[in-house]
């Protein structure tokens, strides 16, 4: 008897677990993206007057599922994909991780044979170029930004995709607007001591872009006098927002992007700040993979995110796009200064390579590590 | 006179001496007949031992390799570099030798109030007076409910300088004393709250075994409470005290997700995390796998040292014969030792328990007072919402398909290395043993890496599927499982499976109806011990999961990082919830066992 009771008790309990995932909504979609694209795809496929693929491609494309690869924040690149999978209908798997251990996956996976990706997204000019070292990415020219050559890096082994700003936030429970900071160096007041929040500045295309911006544009000398004040040192964006918005920061570095999201979604009491001497972007990357499965589909995928349609869903998640005849983000309600305005410093993604290391290295030194 | 003399008498004839035959053709077939016998006796071992290789040496042999050379020896990757001792010089940085300094601080201090709280608690459980003995039993084991990385989470809730709920309800009475778990207390704490169980579990059996006799006789002899414990009660569980403050040692000092959550922010690295940045944050796996190589050295030589005092304690812990043992009168502090249980069970599962429940369902996600915690109303929305993405369903049901398959899986391969060392003559029993309990020193971080770069390179396309995550759990979680069959193992006789051998039974037919009928209760709970530390896998599949195979602790890990606290409050929940229900049944099962067993207690 006891044992039918316990059986039936756990199974009860299985049930209701069972359950609670059963009637939970179905995953809601983002009411970032606001906007519905015109699609037809009558000749080809062509949204919002734009023609992302012909005819014949399409057809192909349409019994695929793609597969992508991905160092993009994952919230933001959900919706680009249930964005494309809306318009096109073409299904997307993807794997996202953060650039250095997917840089690890992809060449592991390479090297025995067995990538299984067809398109890669991902920062660091020196992880992509790698790529096209290895053979991994194939030269392709997406039709939509056809004429645009600057967007295409290594002689059109990968393409710009996207800009993610990288400026810095204060929480608005501990700040006044009235005190607020309004530039990098406001950053350096004294008042800030042990309260400030930032992440290591040696892991991924934001401390790249950053570490040289500040080199370049702020004051050589910025992380010696930043570390005065001790601030905590992040492994990942995240838990530094998280931080910020709960209080146990004042200041930090924050992703324009991520901060959208937290205040219209969850209220988080933190506020974006456009800095005097500018916001940070640094590129993130897309490349076709050679001989890859789902070939069409990832033409149509790439032709897509560079495509006006595609370039608007990222601008609506936040971020900056690649081409600069989109309009910028709108962040928390305000736009952002447009991507050719002297508000905006973007890293060249070539100037990573000659640059990167010296700067990870002052850094480094100021920071003890 | 003729004298009758008998004929002498002679020998007789000696039978004609041949010469043994040549025994040419007996001779090769005895040959070729100890080789069969060495193959049937020794067959079943090797291939054991093969799949063992695949499971923990291949690996760490990618590891050891990547430690020497200049380049990483992952599959495609045609020249390693060439040979180097430089990698071993990041452990002379100031960096390596802070986390050293660290790992071993947080190590230390959290094995030794693991020790004393799990012992306590187990003495008060297992040999006092104290009233609610069965809520003293649960306080000790419930926290093993909650994995590391929950705990963590919960306490990163509770105990944060700035709004952890502690603080809020401090600042809210009026108290202007701040606790901060982002330091080495609050590591020590909660890596000690959550290690407890292991002690408790461990000294929970010792303490109720002993032989009270000893102890008697010293009450006989006049030695008061404090004395007959100190001299008589104290010693004897020794090797059970001094083998769960060593294996908390090691779990605390390998342990990566609680480090990772509450040291960072308060700039506590230690070797575990320094090993993940170095793999992940600031990529020199080079270095990261010699750091490996030192911290998995250190561990087995403290585990080869646990080993030793463990096995000794077979000789020195009194079996369950004879009179139950007394129960210790406490008088005055009968409640004091209650109320040390109720303390514990608060700090280490009803705190951390409603801080995930408010974080989840409160009304507003960033509080600001402790009185924000009740008046923003509670819904069930997040947690609606959490529960219904695809991606949270599809880890639960890969949470759970990993945990049945390793659970299996594990509990098969160490009931056959069990059974080959124990149970038959084979000479590669102790190989099979130490090769089992070799993941015990290596930090699971570190084995996944080496899985990683392993099973890419074989020809088997396992890679990116759910089975490389039951590879990697099996093989990280080979010593509790082999130490689980062991234990049952070595408790029954041989006897009896000899008896039905002798009877003509086969081997196996033997192991079918005999041995392993009778070794039921120690199989079961290998199976539901192996599948409760499956779901909570994390550190060993951090490098192997891919988005369609994620499980829960990894996707809860994921949340933190991109700072989705409350949706990784939510996950937590159902997973404590689903631990639980195994942990329930476990129980269930265990007494239809004991009643299966003794009908009429």
Redesign the interface.
Known sequence: M??RK??M??AT??LL?GS??A??????PNSVVTDEAEVSAEEGLVIDGETIADQETYEAAKGQTLTLYTGY???NQKVFNEAFTADTGIKV????D?T??L???I????????L?ADVIITSDYKVASNYKDEGILETYTPATIEGQDDLLIDDGAFAKFANVAVTFAYNT?QVDEANAPTSWKDLLDSEYADKIGIT?G??GGSSIALNRFIQEEVDPDYWTKLAALNP????????????L????LAVATAGTA?VNV?VTK????IALVVPDEGLVLFSFFIGKVAESANSEAAQVFINYALSKRGQSVIAQVGDYGARPDVEPPVAVGEPLPALDSDQVWVMEPEAEVEYGPADADVWKAAF?? | MTVLTRPPVQDPPAPPVTPAPAPEKPRTRSHTRIALQKLRREGFAMVLGTILFFLVILPLLYIVVAAFMTSVP????TELGRFTLENFGILAT??GLQSLLNSLIVGVGSAFFALVIGAALAFIAARTDAPWQKFIYTAGIAPMFFPAIVGALAWSILG????GHINLFLREIGIPWTFNVNSYVGLILVLSLYYAPYTFMLTYNSFSMMNSELEEAAAVHGAGLGRMFRTVTLPLAIPALAGAAILNFVLAVENFPVN?ILG??G?IETLPTYIY?L?????Q?NRAAAIAIALTLAVALVTWGQQRIVNRKRFTTLTGKGARPKRVPLRRMRWVATGFAICYFLLAVAMPFFALVFTSMSG???V?TFTDLFSRGFTFDRL???????D??QS?LNSIILGVLAAILGTALAFAASYVRFRTKSRLGESLEQVSMAPLAVPQIVLGMGI??AW??LPV?V??TIIILVIATVAVNMPQAYRSVSSSMLQLDSDLENSARMLGAGRFRAIRNVTAPLMRTGIISTLLLLLMLGLREMSAIL?LY???TRVLSILMF?S???????YAAAISL?FV??IA?LA??TQ??G??ERKHKNPTA
């Open positions: 006891k044992i316990g059986a008790a756990s309990a299985l677990v609670l995932a009637c939970g909504s179905d995953e809601t924040q994952e919230a798997d993807f794997v996202r953060v250095n251990k840089s690890e996956r060449l592991s996976e390479h090297g025995a044979g067995r299984p429970q290591s040696t892991a905590t040192i992040y492994d990942s964006g995240g838990q530094r927002q998280e931080a918005a709960r209080g146990e991520a937290a969850d209220n988080a009491p003890g590590r | 992952r599959p495609g990757n100031e960096q944060s300088p700035s709004s990772a960072n922010p700039g940045r793999m992940v944050g600031d990529p796996p507003s996600v960033y600001t609606a919402e959490a529960i219904g993405q695809t949270f369903q639960t990683l770069w890419l390179a396309s890679y990116g490098f891919t988005s369609n994921n933190f990082e991109n700072g989705s606290i409350s159902v919830l689903i229900v329930i049944a269930l099962i007494i239809r």
